[in-house]
């Protein structure tokens, strides 16, 4: 089945700067990436998607990066703000089959 | 419109003893998924139900652990004899089939077993 890992675990950034974070998969059929955020004592919702017939999309200050030969995939955040901080998981899937992969999940704190 | 429901938010039991969570997904979502959260740790997948077909148990975690979907929307996990190591946030999500892959989480229960 397919693996996720996530890294870092968890990341401090000054408020302003960027944030990236870094998730490698396994399963080479997989061809669906979603990132969820999850704000303390939350929800997990998704944030922004990516599918392998694309290489980089993005969403105001969010943008996500995929290179399906090394099977890795970035989430990239750009001038962070407070309300920024909070757990990122990342996740793999394959259309025809709906079930997700989740990576162990990144708490990203953004220091004011 | 209504987002998934879980109840109850929290449960608190007995070592040994049988619990039953439920999830209402949104209205129309064929797909249905359960998952643990132990406390700072990621998404663990336990089972996925997609409309009429075989449910996908492959990650329950043992035998104790069953899920049921009935009448295609409403589903209840059941964790049986209880021990400590069940401690954690039950999170149900659903999403809708055909191309429409985001999966909306229920706000979870929070498991705890003494």
């Known amino acids: 089945g397919e693996n996720v890992e996530q890294h870092p675990s968890t990341l401090s950034v000054q408020e302003g700067d960027s944030a990236v974070i870094k998730c490698t998969y396994s399963?080479?059929?997989?061809?669906?990436f979603p990132w969820y955020k999850q704000e303390l004592g939350k929800r997990p919702q998704l944030i922004i998607d990516i599918r392998s017939n694309v290489g980089e999309k993005k969403d105001q200050r969010i943008a996500v990066t995929l290179n399906k030969t090394a099977k890795h995939f970035s989430l990239h955040i750009t001038e962070t703000q407070p309300e920024d901080s909070a757990v990122y998981f990342c996740a793999a899937g394959s259309f025809g089959n709906e079930k997700l992969t989740f990576g162990t999940g990144t708490r990203l704190t953004i220091i004011p | 419109g209504a987002g998934v429901s879980q109840s109850p938010s929290n449960k608190v039991t007995e070592k040994g003893k049988d619990v039953e969570l439920r999830c209402d997904p949104i209205?129309?979502?064929?797909?249905l998924y359960w998952y643990r959260q132990s406390l700072g740790q990621g998404l663990e997948f336990l089972i996925y139900f997609q409309g009429n077909s075989a449910p996908d148990k492959s990650g329950l975690p043992s035998d104790r652990f069953s899920a049921e979907r009935t009448g295609g929307s409403v589903s209840t996990l059941t964790i049986q004899r209880t021990q400590q190591e069940d401690s954690a946030v039950y999170l149900c999500a659903s999403s809708f089939r055909q191309g429409r892959w985001e999966q909306f989480f229920g706000p979870g229960t929070r498991l705890t077993v003494l």
């Open positions: 209205s129309g979502h064929t797909a």
């Open positions: 399963d080479s059929a997989s061809n669906y």
